[in-house]
C-alpha cells in the first residue's frame, strides 16, 4: 500500500475541498475520493487583476479553469465562490494598515484563518458535507484532533495554518500530511491528472511579481522620514519607511565604514533604525491575537517559530494580559512586530500569535 493513503476518521460521510488549480489540492481530492467518501470541490475567485494571470497564482482565471478541470476528471461536483470584497476587506486592507503601521503581516495566514476555512466550512454545511480538506501539508492528531506538522521536510504548512481556529481544523482533512511533494506528483502523474505538471505559487496571490513596495505604492501615501543609528542619531533621509523590513542589509541608501542592519521601524517618526548585526539580536516578544490548539502551561519550554520558512527556536513562555510573553533561551534574530508567532511541542502546534513588541529597544541593543 502506498504510504499515506488516506483513512477517513470516523463518522465522516464526505468532504469539500479547496480546489486551487493546482497539483496538491488536485491530489488531495484524488485522495478523498479514493478513500471513498463523497467528494466536491470548491475555488474561491479571491482577487481580479490582470497581473494576477499566472499560471502558478491561485487568483489567476488560468488556476480557476484549471481547477474545474480537475472536478470534471475526478467526476465530482465543482463550485466557484467569489469571495472578492471580503478578500479585499479582511485581508487586503488589513495587509496594507500594517506595514503603515511599521509591521511586517503573512497575509496567506490570516487568509486562511478569517476567509478560507471559514468559507470552507459554511458551504461544507451547505452541501451537507462532514468534511473539509485542502492540500495543505499538515496533519491532524489526538482527541479531539489537532494540528501537527506535516511529516516531509522542508513542506511542513502547519505554520500558515496556526491561527484557524480549533473548531475548524477539528472537521479538517489534509490528505498530504505523510507525503512528500515528490509522492504527490507521482500520484498525480499515475492518475493521469492533467494539473500534474504545474508549477507551485510562490507568492502572495494579490502580489503576483512579489514586489509588495510597489503595491503598496499604489495604496499608501510615502512617509519620508530619517535613516537614525541605535542612538538615534540622524545618519541618512528615506523617501517611505514601508520600503524597508527589520534585517535588511541592502538598499538602505547610507555609506558606513561596517554594513549596518535595519533594526526596527518606528511608527510615530517614520524613522529607520539601523545598526550591525548583532543589534538586531532580541532576547523575546510579546504576543497577542492568541489561537491555541491544546493546552498549555505557564513556564511552558516550547520551540518558537516566527517565519514561514524559518526554523525554531527553545523559549519560556508566560501570560501576559490576554496575550503571553515569549522568553528565548538564545537570542533571536530579524524578529519583526506583526509576524506569526507559532509555538510547537514536538510536532503538535500548541499555540499561535501576533508579535507585538521585541525586546531589548534598540537603543539598548549593542
Not at 509522492?183 to 502580489?207: D, K, M, N, T, Y
Not at 520558512?309 to 496575550?323: E, F, H, L, M, N
Request: aromatic share 6%; net charge positive.
Amino acid at each position: 500500500m502506498t504510504r499515506g493513503l488516506l483513512v477517513p476518521p470516523e463518522g465522516a460521510t464526505g468532504a469539500l475541498v479547496g480546489l486551487s488549480g493546482g497539483v496538491d489540492s488536485a491530489v488531495a481530492a484524488l485522495l478523498l475520493q479514493q478513500s471513498g467518501l463523497r467528494v466536491e470541490g470548491v475555488t474561491f475567485a479571491l482577487w481580479s487583476d490582470p497581473a494576477c494571470d499566472r499560471p502558478n497564482l491561485c487568483c489567476s482565471a488560468e488556476s480557476i479553469l484549471a481547477a474545474r478541470a480537475t472536478a470534471e476528471q475526478l467526476g465530482i461536483e465543482h463550485h466557484l465562490v467569489d469571495l472578492a470584497d471580503p478578500f479585499l476587506r479582511e485581508v487586503v486592507e488589513p495587509f496594507v494598515e500594517e506595514y503603515a503601521r511599521a509591521r511586517t503581516p503573512n497575509p496567506c495566514v490570516r487568509c486562511n484563518a478569517r476567509l478560507r476555512f471559514p468559507a470552507l466550512r459554511a458551504l461544507a454545511e451547505q452541501r451537507r458535507l462532514s468534511h473539509i480538506a485542502t492540500g495543505h501539508y499538515a496533519r491532524m492528531g489526538g482527541r479531539p484532533p489537532r494540528l501537527r506538522r506535516g511529516l516531509a521536510t522542508g513542506k511542513d504548512q502547519s505554520y500558515v495554518l496556526a491561527q484557524v481556529r480549533s473548531d475548524l481544523l477539528a472537521g479538517s482533512l489534509f490528505p498530504l500530511g505523510n507525503l512528500s511533494k515528490e509522492q504527490v506528483r507521482r500520484l498525480a502523474q499515475r492518475a493521469g491528472l492533467s494539473v500534474q505538471s504545474r508549477p507551485e505559487s510562490q507568492e502572495a496571490c494579490f502580489i503576483p511579481d512579489n514586489d509588495y513596495r510597489r503595491f503598496l505604492r499604489t495604496r499608501v501615501e510615502a512617509r519620508p522620514g530619517a535613516i537614525v543609528d541605535l542612538a538615534g542619531k540622524e545618519i541618512g533621509r528615506h523617501g517611505s519607511f514601508f520600503d524597508f523590513t527589520v534585517g535588511q542589509r541592502k538598499g538602505l541608501g547610507i555609506s558606513a565604514p561596517a554594513a549596518l542592519y535595519v533594526v526596527a521601524l518606528e511608527e510615530k517618526s517614520a524613522a529607520v533604525v539601523v545598526g550591525p548585526h548583532q543589534a538586531l539580536q532580541v532576547a523575546g516578544l510579546l504576543v497577542s491575537h492568541v489561537v491555541r490548539q491544546r493546552l498549555a502551561e505557564d513556564g511552558d519550554t516550547v520551540l518558537i517559530q516566527y517565519r514561514s520558512s524559518g526554523g525554531t527556536r527553545p523559549a519560556t513562555v508566560t501570560s501576559w494580559g490576554q496575550g503571553l510573553r515569549v522568553c528565548f533561551a538564545e537570542p533571536a534574530v530579524g524578529v519583526a512586530p506583526g509576524q506569526v508567532a507559532v509555538a510547537y511541542r514536538g510536532d503538535d502546534v500548541l499555540w499561535s500569535g501576533i508579535i507585538d513588541k521585541t525586546w531589548p529597544p534598540p537603543a539598548e541593543r549593542s
